[in-house]
């Protein structure tokens, strides 16, 4: 190939990735036209005209150049594909188009490269499906908890000695299968005696998500009608006497919590894990921490204080007045509880051990799905969108737009990782 021949494809090359770029269809198709070697060439850094499409969000790009066969399996420079670019940049709509299954050859799913992201979503743990929306920022409502809690339409779990009351399933169901375990949900009126038992502990676990509207009653405020509440309870009281409050039907408490506790749909598994997790929290945590004192729960039982007032555990945030939680959904709720911002995707960096009490530090990357801010000022004094070129700046300190966080920090680490990570993106 002569030096005239090979600029004449460069030129038609870096066209092509313009256009791309640009989301010029027109001049895409018309290029790959007249010279469909065109299509898997890269260009700066490794980048595919696919790749470009996936980065600017342009849709109809993408769909033309991979009903061509566009390789889109193949990695730039930094080892991404055009599904990584696009994920990582919210296009999820370009992303679902890139994860499709069945395109390509055979197998070609197990063929993708080292380091590219898997193409469909993470399998889901039993014990991980939320169907209820656990409305943490009501928790602190004494008067919005006390009406909900007495709503007719209000769902209790009952629980004894953590083991939670189900309808026993019926022996010698067909196809061999393990007959499937439900919850006895209990009205109000069923529990108001439980509840104002001393011993008893109380658990608000959240609201139903609804996607579509309910022909079911439901609470009414303000003439918009709101889903039922879910509590949780435990008693101490005699199991004998709690089966009878089933009316007759054939209920139980599960005697081996490691086997039937995986009986039930994935559904109403979500609940017991949320549920039963903060209420053994509860019996373990009945005692300070720091001082031995008692403590009482607080904030419908997702926290726990310590009755003396002169205690250290009164002065300033200790995590240790609230149970533990899990990892993964942890920080979809706390980014959109504490600045307002929903995101999608969530990536484990790393973690830190912190010189506090009862405190470790895990640091994570996620992809935002909406923008609008709106910051709850009693846990952080501000949120803001910084562009890349901004973020390098003021670790640079060259025009810093906010202050860096100190090297020693976690929180420092992630946004150097952030910078290196994706400094092709």
Not at 139 to 164: G, H, I, K, M, Q
Not at 226 to 246: G, K, Q, S, Y
Not at 254 to 281: H, I, M
Request: hydrophobic share 35%; with cysteine; glycine share 8%.
């Amino acid at each position: 190939m002569t030096s005239l021949q090979l600029s004449a494809q460069e030129e038609a090359v870096e066209r092509l990735l313009d256009a791309a770029a640009r989301g010029d269809l027109v001049q895409v198709s018309s290029l790959l036209a007249l010279g469909p070697s065109l299509l898997n060439r890269a260009g700066h850094s490794g980048w595919t005209a696919l790749m470009l499409a996936a980065r600017n969000g342009h849709y109809d790009v993408a769909q033309a150049l991979l009903s061509l066969g566009c390789d889109k399996f193949s990695v730039n420079n930094s080892s991404q594909t055009a599904y990584d670019i696009a994920t990582f940049w919210g296009h999820r709509h370009l992303a679902d188009l890139l994860g499709r299954t069945g395109e390509g050859p055979p197998g070609s799913a197990l063929l993708r490269p080292p380091g590219s992201a898997l193409l469909h979503p993470p399998p889901e743990n039993y014990f991980g499906r939320e169907t209820l929306d656990r409305l943490s920022a009501k928790r602190t409502d004494r008067v919005w908890l006390e009406v909900r809690r007495s709503d007719p339409d209000a769902v209790y779990l009952l629980f004894s000695n953590l083991s939670p009351m189900v309808s026993a399933p019926l022996e010698g169901g067909g196809g061999g299968a393990a007959a499937e375990t439900k919850l006895c949900r209990f009205g109000y009126e069923a529990v108001k005696d439980l509840l104002q038992k001393p011993a008893t502990v109380f658990v608000f676990l959240g609201v139903e998500r609804r996607k579509t509207p309910s022909s079911s009653s439901a609470h009414v405020a303000d003439g918009v009608r709101e889903p039922p509440a879910w509590f949780a309870i435990n008693t101490d009281e005699d199991p004998a006497e709690l089966l009878t409050r089933c009316g007759g039907k054939s209920c139980c408490f599960p005697k081996t919590p490691n086997r039937d506790l995986l009986r039930f749909s994935e559904e109403e598994a979500g609940v017991v894990a949320q549920a039963r997790s903060v209420l053994a929290w509860h019996s373990r945590y009945s005692f300070c921490p720091t001082c031995g004192g008692g403590t009482a729960p607080e904030e419908a039982g997702h926290k726990r204080s310590c009755l003396d007032a002169g205690c250290r555990s009164r002065k300033g945030v200790h995590n240790t007045c609230y149970p533990r939680v899990g990892t993964q959904p942890e920080p979809w709720r706390e980014v959109e509880e504490e600045s307002g911002v929903q995101v999608g995707p969530v990536r484990y960096v790393s973690c830190q051990p912190w010189p506090m009490p009862s405190n470790l530090m895990i640091g994570c990357l996620a992809v935002a799905v909406s923008t609008a801010i709106k910051v709850d000022d009693d846990e952080i004094e501000e949120a803001r969108w910084f562009p890349r070129q901004q973020v390098i700046d003021s670790f640079r300190g060259t025009r810093a737009a906010f202050t860096v966080p100190p090297r020693q920090t976690i929180a420092h680490q992630l946004i150097r990782h952030w910078v290196a990570g994706n400094s092709n993106l």
